[in-house]
């Protein structure tokens, strides 16, 4: 719906989940790739409308990835903290490694008829490399579902629906754009490029399983069986070599 001048965008749905999307995206909001917080009421959110339209892979050259990847690496930097997880956590994990091995345990309770291949996935994911020295904030603002629907072009790249945001490990983002969006190598390595973080970086490979994983399970639930079947092939092809492009 869109209504005002400017044109707004008003998203309507249950108050807990509205009200933590509008948190979200009011946090967001020091970084210019966010979509622009409009008001929020009950039940009701309200954004600038952004004047563009998303880009499928094939529509995304290298330089429009290194784009993408500054524009993630600012939106990931707006806010730091010494905890991180998601909000149906009971406790907070304390650093990157336990971050994992919790998403990991979310990713198996979910997996109902898919546990074998869960139980796989689990098992082959590599150690994350060493954060470099004094790493005192690890987590950063992640915006949780990088979905190509999610990034709009006006001609720069902005982020819209916050809904799943989180405190957590930039390169789990990084890892969930290039799987749930089938991203080819040369465009996974423009946005790491532009990214500027080697340490995160590193990282990417450690969640590519995973997040293949964690996206395949969440399509099946949904009911759109063609995505979760390419999302779980994919995760098993990451498990048998985590590296594999």
Same mark, same amino acid.
Do not use: K, M, N
């Given at each position: 719906m869109v209504d005002g001048s400017p044109p707004v965008v008003v998203k309507r749905g249950h108050a807990a989940s509205i009200a933590r999307e509008a948190r979200g995206l009011q946090l967001a909001q020091a970084a210019?790739?966010?979509?622009?917080? /409009?008001?929020?009421?009950? =039940?009701?959110?309200?954004?600038?409308?952004?004047? =563009?339209? $998303?880009?499928?892979?094939?529509?995304? =050259?290298? *330089?429009?990835?290194?784009?993408? =990847?500054? %524009?993630?690496?600012? /939106?990931?930097?707006?806010?730091?903290?010494?905890? *991180? *997880?998601?909000?149906?956590?009971?406790?907070?994990?304390?650093?990157?490694?336990?971050?994992?091995?919790?998403?990991?345990?979310?990713?198996?309770?979910?997996?109902?008829?898919?546990?074998?291949?869960?139980?796989?996935? %689990?098992?082959?994911?590599?150690?994350?490399? $060493?954060? $470099?020295?004094?790493p005192d904030l690890p987590f950063r603002l992640l915006h949780g579902d990088l979905t190509l629907d999610n990034v709009v072009w006006d001609p720069a790249p902005r982020l819209v629906d916050w809904e799943f945001w989180r405190m957590g490990d930039p390169a789990e983002d990084l890892a969930y754009l290039a799987e749930v969006n089938a991203l080819p190598a040369p465009l996974v390595d423009a946005v790491l490029d532009g990214y500027g973080a080697p340490d995160v970086a590193a990282r990417v490979d450690g969640w590519r399983a995973l997040c293949a994983l964690d996206a395949g399970l969440w399509y099946r639930d949904a009911g759109e069986a063609s995505r979760a079947r390419r999302l779980l092939r994919r995760a098993s092809t990451l498990a048998r070599d985590p590296t594999a492009r």
């Open positions: 210019p790739c966010a979509a622009r917080f /409009a008001g929020a009421a009950p =039940g009701e959110l309200r954004t600038l409308l952004v004047d =563009g339209a $998303p880009r499928t892979a094939r529509a995304i =050259g290298p *330089g429009d990835a290194a784009t993408l =990847g500054r %524009a993630l690496r600012q /939106a990931h930097e707006v806010r730091r903290t010494r905890s *991180g *997880g998601l909000p149906s956590w009971r406790s907070r994990a304390r650093d990157l490694a336990a971050y994992r091995r919790r998403r990991t345990a979310d990713a198996l309770a979910a997996s109902g008829p898919d546990a074998p291949l869960a139980a796989r996935v %689990a098992e082959s994911l590599p150690p994350l490399p $060493p954060l $470099p020295p004094a």
